[in-house]
Nanobody, 115 residues
């Protein structure tokens, strides 16, 4: 059974920083990509950042230059360093792992940025 355990969310003031972690455990065959998505109330889920098995990264336009995704392949863990947070970054953040066979989602961790 595959589990994605997210941590690091919370309440922070605008301009502050948070670091999210997502650890994947269980039998995941051939991970292709690990990513963070977010969903704010009343809005569609959107890609925040992703890292492929080769180490390539891509970011949503709204977070470029502020967020950094990194990966510890040995631990099947990804991190999202979020700096200069803005109230519009408030959302539930979800970890996503895409393997050769299927896609997995975490339960989400809430990030709230106060103005």
């Amino acid at each position: 059974q595959v589990q994605l355990v997210e941590s690091g969310g919370g309440l922070v003031q605008a301009g502050g920083s948070l670091r999210l972690s997502c650890a994947a455990s269980g039998s995941i065959f051939s991970i292709q990509r690990m990513a963070w998505h977010r969903q704010a109330p009343g809005k569609q889920r959107e890609l925040v950042a992703a890292v492929t098995s080769s180490g390539s990264t891509n970011y949503g336009d709204s977070v470029k230059g502020r967020f950094t995704i990194s990966r510890d392949s040995a631990k099947n863990t990804i991190y999202l360093q979020m700096n200069d947070l803005k109230p519009e970054d408030t959302a539930a953040y979800y970890c996503n792992v895409e393997s050769f066979l299927r896609s997995y989602w975490g339960q989400g961790t809430q990030v709230t940025v106060s103005s």
